[in-house]
């Protein structure tokens, strides 16, 4: 019988990452200076991240190597397993073989430490005291907050007020790394303070809160911005576990058929499947399938255009797909895949026809996150559970021995409220209205 979990010794863990820039069949469109409608030049974009990431924005080489002081912290976790998921297949009935990369055993229980480690240790490097980011639905917020307690430096995190709500734990696990926590929209910052005026209750938005943490960076000298997914250098960070399951398919003796990620901006679901960019080049059939809510339909729904990152207008103007950057999602439940827009490498994967999207609602989600635990016996956190649903349609749809490979992203030990909303019946299956996004896309520049 073949081995149900796959492991490493730290001895295998990758030394560099992947960077798919160079293996592209046509080069990106490149980010724009939103005031001159010209590519960007790399210092202006040095009031907010240090000059080391953002060479690797822009870099054109294959592999960065991974200094020692970030390999040293992905150690406490690193490499983490691949499973095969023998039970879930018997109860689908699946012909085909599912694994999952097992990303929940890091210490903030999901797969964003490994930028997380990476963006603090660079900022350290460069003098940084404290890093400002955003947070859906906490994941990456606790991750930075470990990351900068790791290497002793301070951490603010915006997050989206539904969410905080939603899910209050999180804030606790943030504050007791050491990092702060506020709900955005907040009273904090100027596009806080202007959004609660036109709306006291507003419950928020990614671009929103990115808004606020950009603001925050860009008035404090020692205080740098951090972003959680969408930008090339979090994506070249990830591949460290795509770089893993290649290398544990092989003990396995095992070649993917389908690759599977859910996506709010992109960084979980391009860390697996851009390892494997050029052997899908070279003409090997493998599918990248990338799973979305329907409630914030970027890939499946958005428009492939420039657009800003986020709502107030101060990033960089950045080709993708996106539902534009005004966007209010609805308060879903799977807060981390509420973003308007994709990353460009996913999204120019996406317009070049190597990759499928998928969206699914809420409540069939959650049914498949509980079929997940009542055979495999672990809670995912929803975004997660998005992954769950299209492996599982994917094993029903596959030939008999095909593999099917998905990023478990996260636990859901958090999310317990959303779990009991779930078993309540009390979940509502939203989806975004061809009418709004029309709407919304409207608001999109003109280049």
Known sequence: MQQTKILLEEKDMPTS????????????????????????????????????????????????????????????????????????????????????????????????????VAQAYYNKMEGVRRLATETGAGQWGTALSFACKMLDMKCTVYMVRCSYDQKPYRGIIIRAYGGEVFPSPSRHTSVGRKVLEQDPNSGGSLGLAISEAVEDAAQNNDTKYALGSVLNHVIHHQTITGLEVKKQLEIAGETPDVLIGCVGGGSNFGGLVLPYMPEKLEGQKIRFMAVEPQA???????????????????????????LGHGYFPPPIHSGGLRYHGEAPIVSHAAKLGLLEARAYFQNEVFDAARLFMQTEGFLPAPETAHAIKAAIDAAKEADPGQVVVFLYSGHGLLDLGSYDAYLKGELKDQAFSDDEIEKSLSECPEI
């Open 17 to 116: 990452w992947y960077n798919v820039m160079p293996d592209l069949p046509e080069p990106m469109a490149p980010p724009l200076d939103p005031e001159t409608k010209k590519p960007i030049a790399p210092e202006k974009l040095s009031a907010i991240f240090p000059m080391s990431l953002i060479e690797q924005e822009m870099s054109g080489e294959r592999w960065i190597d991974i200094p020692e002081p970030i390999q040293e912290i992905y150690r406490l976790y690193r490499p983490s397993p691949l499973v095969r998921a023998r039970r879930l297949e018997q109860a689908i009935g699946s012909k085909a073989r599912i694994y999952y990369k097992d990303e929940s055993v890091s210490p903030a229980g999901s797969h964003k430490p490994n930028t997380a």
């Open 296 to 322: 914030c339909p970027t890939l499946t729904k958005g428009r492939f255009a420039y657009d800003y990152g986020d709502m107030a207008r101060q990033t960089p103007l950045i080709k993708m797909y996106t």
